[in-house]
């Protein structure tokens, strides 16, 4: 423990009174958790070897480009596991982190929290599956992304707060879409390494790169191009428009696709496919 210098007489009082400030002043939007960063190499560390180990033991890659899940492996013997590393994320103040730690860190406590709730339910047939409440539009469009079943620095916290109030807006990357997993076979693939400050731009241009290159990311077949409902759903991420998209596209294609898109300057459909990404037989 590090030395201080023990507060007496109207510090005490001084200090009560600014602790009665900060509790009225709690963070008001998730973006708020991220508002404050420490400097580059001032970092606090987060621990996130025990995600890394499961995710190296029931994320399994396959032949046909695809990371699926042993989902039933990982219930029967990981799942406590994963209940612990989340529960320890939950217990950390995202101000101590620099800003890569912090995209890591809250890449990772979506994917971890999002697996820990397939869990919950398996066997399903997909995430859309499961229902956890959070509003009326919850109630139409399925999936548990609105609950509130997280809480961190005191605020609960969604899967849709973590993506779309804290990471999309706060961090700009479109890439961020290559790092959250929704448990589903048209996500880009959850990796088999936890994210960490160190190793997250590698992560994130091999995600990008697995996922553009994969029929499920895009297909150009016949002189039409057909990319992953991602694309359309956030194209404000990628530009606001086909032609940002396309650009996006190209920078993460393999030879051969950047050749079939270069002349193309708008996309003709869009597809996604929401079955679990389980692992074939378990």
Known sequence: MNDY????????????????FASTAQAQSPADLVRRAAPSGQSASVDHSSWDRLLKS?????????????????????????????????????????????????ANLYNAKTIDIVLDKYPVNSIKDISLGGGLFATFTGGPWKAKVMRV?????????????????????????????????????????????????????????????????????????????????????FGGSDSGVLKHLRKYASPQLAKALAKKSAIDSHDYDWRLNDQPGS
């Open 5 to 20: 210098v023990k507060p007496t007489g109207l510090l005490v009082a001084l200090l009560t009174i600014l602790a009665g």
């Open 58 to 106: 029931y994320v399994k890659p396959g032949g046909d480009g695809l990371n699926r899940v042993d989902y039933r492996a990982f219930k029967r013997s990981g799942h406590r596991a994963l209940k612990d590393y989340v529960t320890k994320l939950q217990a950390v103040d995202p101000a101590r982190l620099d800003r890569r730690e912090q995209f890591a860190y809250f």
């Open 153 to 237: 620095n005191g605020m609960e916290l969604s899967l849709d707060d973590i993506e779309h109030e804290i990471l999309r807006p706060v961090f700009k990357d479109p890439r961020v879409h290559y790092a959250v997993n929704c448990a589903s076979i048209g996500c880009p693939n959850l990796a088999t390494d936890a994210f960490t400050g160190a190793n997250l731009d590698g992560l994130l241009d091999a995600g990008a790169r697995a996922y553009i290159n994969h029929p499920r990311g895009v297909t150009v077949s016949g002189g039409s191009v057909r990319v992953s409902s991602i694309y359309n759903w956030f194209k404000a991420d």
